[in-house]
């Protein structure tokens, strides 16, 4: 290879997953180049504040007693090239291939990095559902009500109900309540658990007493505070002119149907929390085989126990291998962090590899018992968008359109070929906003399961640049700097310089 | 077992184009498609309505490109078929003949302009030199650095998104049977007709075998037609090609022609929705296995420097295109001939078995469909076919 590395392993993503996928493989001397879009480490569930806000102590979220340490030891990780508010664009290649090249651009350009193995740790993003109403200004989905919370310190409105059906809605909630909203209701679509389900769920959380401990607190001091907390409630519609002003709360039954009347509350912003999908549109991109899987958030990234995918080269970790907390993501990221580093350098790390199963399977159980409790009812919830709902909020294409398209053409049942009709999911967000809905109504009308239907291609760049951007995407400028503040990988065979 | 006149394989803008074609001349005909109607190259393409010589045909000088011309009566035969379906069919398939301009940035890209309009002239296109300050009256999104270009007026584009689809609907209504999911496992000769066995995938993902008795059977499968030949005993020389796309976000409309270049890659147009398509023919990469032969199924690798030589190449015809975000950039694979040509025409010793594939089949796909309608008719088609036949490749092609 005519080029030279820029390292050995790039990682994409430096939440929980990728910073312990980063922190292990530069331990075992590998250079390691993380790209993150945002402006320090932590991912979303351990999001800082900007450097330039009043400094406070971090206090990381209940049930995680290690982030600290691990944002430390990232923060400190001065042999790892991390490069932040930089965006991974894609995955290309060259006329011979041997190694993974990966475009980014951020604020110094556009860059092209080679490296011997990718990791994509791009964690996930919130579940959209379209209800009349959702396109106006006041609603808002849970985890971006909470990273405004978190990072910019900003109560995104004073009155707000929130409704959905994850358990994150409630942590939110008391959030919210502690600085100072007005939570006026909380809808959950589901009862809250019985007790044979909370039974159940009791194999899977030792180690987890406080997370869960955490959820019960919450909901305590939301009763005790007056916050109304509705079970078995939809909601149905968004009201108001130019802003929220009004939601539709409905009751539903098992399925998350709708029985009897609406009722109207008066809110000035309804938050959204039905749960999360896995952001996995690079490891698409990159060509990986997805999987199935609803509990788990939909479309997941299909891998080995090593958390190695279908691409040679290719490894990923945390919520795009399925949406399953922070405790699983770190361990996934450990995994692929010690999967990299056992291919590459051939150090035996089989005592490290075991440890690092024994809780990943530990966090496995007990992310199971939650995904199953607050799975999504798909169909329902894509139900809830009337005929003239939009749907795809980028090409404004209503439920309605999409329905026509499928009448028009009977022979029609993927995601893909709905999208190529109408242009639902063709724009600027590539279909993040309506990938879930488009595959539930073709499999609802077609009577395919949604593992025929299929999801949208995922296609370069995964988020849109000006055209520019990519004619400059020529080589790594920091590449030269890199290569050399970092000692090289013991043992390695192959090596671009 | 099912019977029906003419079985259409492939799904794609001249499977579609041709069983609409033979359902309105009163014919039975099933169309099969294994994935989805649209799914591949014919949805994949640029969408140019090209008549002029492309790049690719005149880049290795005039006597390649005097082959390529001799495509010309399918060419021309093609804009007026695409005009009358614009009118027929409307916004569904986006027909804009607005006119098309190849560019030439220095005076040896102007003299291949000039010698290429010579050939076209001489075979009955329309298509006349413009001059740096015409340029700038007509096409003022244009860089400065344009000295000359081609301009043929009735060049432009459809609409690669729904044509097909549309054609697909069409047929339908006329009374085709319209079948996706459907694959064409076998071929065989039964008498004086042709027995197709078909797999299609059931809504449980079951597996379920049909057998259809056809006289005729049409290949439209595209980059696949090379696998239909071998199911007959057909080692047919046509190659598998993997082309890159590009397309922006919605622009408001500046750029009404179709755009090319005469000394590099590129293709540029807007689309009725305000996108700007952005292509040119700069490769992809197959998926070959380790004997080298190509991997089909597999979605070819987006190659870098095909990424950043098409976004050069269209940021230095039309410097505004910089700011417009870039959403999307993908890659098809379609089929040529070693000579350039088209392949159309009946599948030498095999009666009752045609195809048409090669070269730009989504321009030429209302022609093809018309000659395969013809032909599956037993009639003659109105253009001599003798240039463009599968038989010109020999009889070695025949292993089986
Ligand atoms: C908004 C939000 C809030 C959440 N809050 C909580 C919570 O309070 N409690 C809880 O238990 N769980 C929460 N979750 C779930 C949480 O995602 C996981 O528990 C955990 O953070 C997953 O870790 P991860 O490493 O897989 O991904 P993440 O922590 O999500 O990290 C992924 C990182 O990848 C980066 N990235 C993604 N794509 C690109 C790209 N193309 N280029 C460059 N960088 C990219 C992102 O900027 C991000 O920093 C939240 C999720 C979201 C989406
Ligand atoms: C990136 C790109 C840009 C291009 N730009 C242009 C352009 O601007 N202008 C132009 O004129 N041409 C262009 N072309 C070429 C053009 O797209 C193709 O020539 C044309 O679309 C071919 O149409 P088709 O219907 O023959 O093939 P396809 O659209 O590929 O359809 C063939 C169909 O056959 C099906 N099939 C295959 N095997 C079987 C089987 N065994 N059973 C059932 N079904 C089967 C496939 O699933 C497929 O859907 C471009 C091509 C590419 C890739």
Redesign the interface.
């Known amino acids: 290879m005519a080029e030279p590395l820029t390292c050995d392993v790039a990682l994409v993503g430096a939440g929980p997953a990728g910073m312990m996928a980063a922190l292990t493989a530069a331990d075992h001397g590998l250079r390691v180049t993380v790209v993150d879009e945002q402006r320090r480490p932590g991912g979303q569930i351990f999001r800082q504040r900007p450097p330039e806000f009043p400094h406070q102590p971090w206090t990381p979220p209940a049930g995680y007693p290690w982030a600290s340490s691990l944002l430390e030891r990232a923060e400190s990780a001065t042999d790892i090239d991390w490069r932040f508010q930089t965006t991974a664009l894609?995955?290309?290649?060259?006329?011979r291939?041997d190694g993974i090249?990966l475009?980014t651009t951020g604020p110094g350009g556009s860059a092209?990095l080679r490296a011997r193995r990718l990791v994509i740790a791009t964690g996930a993003f919130d579940m959209p559902v379209p209800v009349p109403g959702w396109t106006l200004p006041g609603v808002m989905m849970a985890g971006a009500v909470q990273t405004l919370l978190k990072s910019q310190q900003v109560l995104a409105a004073e009155r707000l109900v929130l409704a959905g059906s994850h358990p994150l809605l409630l942590l939110v909630a008391d959030q919210l309540r502690s600085a100072g909203a007005d939570v006026a209701e909380v809808a959950l679509a589901r009862g809250l658990p019985t007790p044979r389900e909370a039974l159940g769920s009791l194999g899977a959380v030792p180690g987890h007493l406080s997370l869960l401990g955490d959820s019960a607190r919450a909901v305590a001091r939301l009763v005790a505070g007056g916050v109304r907390i509705s079970p078995r409630t939809v909601v149905t519609a968004a009201h108001g002119h130019r802003h929220v002003e009004a939601v539709s709360l409905t009751q539903v039954d098992r399925q998350w149907r709708g029985v009897g009347q609406a009722r109207r509350v008066e809110a000035d912003a309804l938050v959204l929390g039905y749960g999360f999908q896995p952001s996995a549109e690079l490891a698409r991109q990159a060509?990986c085989a997805m999987r199935w899987d609803s509990p788990a958030g939909g479309w997941v990234v299909a891998h080995d126990d090593r958390m190695a995918t279908d691409v040679p080269g290719v490894y990923a970790a945390g919520e795009p291998v399925g949406v399953s907390g922070a405790e699983m993501a770190r361990s996934q990221g450990r995994l692929a962090g010690l999967g990299v580093v056992s291919d590459l350098t051939g150090h035996n790390v089989d005592v490290e590899l075991e440890e690092a199963d024994r809780s990943a399977r530990r966090a496995r159980r007990f992310a199971r018992v939650v995904q199953r409790m607050f799975a999504p009812q798909r169909e329902a919830l894509a139900d809830l968008a009337g005929s003239d709902t939009v749907v795809c909020r980028c090409e404004l294409v209503s439920r309605g359109a999409i329905e026509q398209v499928l009448d028009?053409?009977?022979?029609?049942?993927?995601a893909?070929?709905v999208k190529?009709?109408c242009?639902s999911g063709?724009?600027?967000c590539?279909g993040r906003y309506c990938e879930t809905t488009v595959g539930t109504l073709v499999a609802g009308r077609?009577?395919?399961?949604v593992a025929?239907v299929g999801h949208f291609?995922a296609?370069?760049?995964i988020k849109?640049?000006?055209?520019?951007?990519?004619?400059e995407?020529?080589g790594d400028v920091t590449s030269g700097a890199c290569a050399h503040r970092h000692h090289r990988a013991e043992g390695s065979q192959e090596s671009g310089e | 077992m099912i019977r029906t006149d003419v079985v259409v394989v492939g799904g794609g803008l001249l499977g579609c184009a041709t069983a609409w074609t033979l359902a309105r001349d009163g014919v039975g005909v099933v169309l099969l498609?294994r994935?989805?109607?649209?799914?591949h190259a014919s949805?994949q393409n640029a969408g140019s309505l090209h008549f002029q010589l492309e790049y690719r045909m005149v880049e290795r000088g005039l006597e390649a490109a005097q082959v390529a011309a001799e495509a010309m009566p399918l060419h021309l035969d093609a804009a007026a078929r695409w005009s009358e379906l614009g009118e027929a069919f409307g916004p569904s398939l986006g027909v804009a003949q607005t006119g098309g301009l190849m560019l030439a940035e220095t005076a040896d890209q102007a003299r291949v302009l000039e010698a290429k309009g010579d050939l076209e002239r001489s075979h009955g296109l329309d298509v006349r030199l413009l001059s740096g300050d015409e340029i700038r009256d007509v096409a003022p999104y244009l860089s400065p650095s344009i000295v000359a270009a081609a301009f043929c007026p009735i060049e432009g584009k459809a609409d690669t998104?729904?044509a097909a689809?549309a054609l697909?609907?069409a047929a339908?209504d006329l009374g085709a049977q319209?079948?996706?999911?459907t694959e064409v496992v076998g071929l065989r000769r039964v008498g004086r007709g042709w027995q197709v066995s078909t797999r299609h995938?059931d809504?449980?993902?079951n597996q379920v075998g049909e057998e259809i008795q056809a006289d005729v059977v049409l290949l439209a499968a595209g980059v696949w037609t090379q696998h239909l030949g071998q199911m007959v005993g057909l080692d047919l020389p046509i190659i598998p090609l993997a082309l890159q796309m590009n397309v922006?976000?919605r622009t408001p409309k500046f750029l009404p022609h179709l755009v090319q270049h005469a000394g590099e890659r590129l293709s540029l147009k807007q689309s009725q929705?305000g996108t700007v398509l952005?292509g040119g023919g700069w490769p992809a990469?197959l998926r070959r296995d380790a004997s080298g032969r190509p991997r089909l199924s597999?979605?070819p690798?987006?190659?870098?420097?095909s990424?950043?030589g098409n976004?050069?190449a269209?940021?230095r015809a039309v410097p505004r295109?910089?700011?417009?975000?870039?959403?999307?950039?993908?890659v098809g694979m379609t089929t040529v001939a070693e000579d350039q040509l088209p392949v159309v025409g009946p599948v030498p010793g095999r009666p009752g078995l045609f195809l048409a594939t090669g070269g730009s089949a989504f321009t030429l796909g209302p022609t093809f469909a018309r000659v395969l309608a013809d032909l599956a008719q037993g009639l003659e088609p109105t253009i001599d076919l003798a240039p463009y036949g599968p038989q010109r490749f020999g009889e070695s092609i025949d292993v089986a």
């Open positions: 894609g995955v290309v290649h060259e006329e291939d090249l475009a092209l060509g028009a053409n009977p022979g029609m049942s993927t893909n070929a190529l009709e242009r063709m724009g600027p590539q077609t009577g395919r399961p025929q291609t296609h370069f760049p849109p640049v000006p055209l520019s951007v990519l004619g995407l020529d | 498609e994935d989805q109607i649209n799914a949805g998104r729904t689809p697909a609907r339908a319209v079948s996706t999911r995938t809504a449980v993902g922006t976000a929705d952005i990469r597999e979605r690798h987006l190659l870098h420097d990424v950043v976004a050069r269209a940021l295109l910089a700011g417009i975000p870039l959403l999307r950039t993908w």
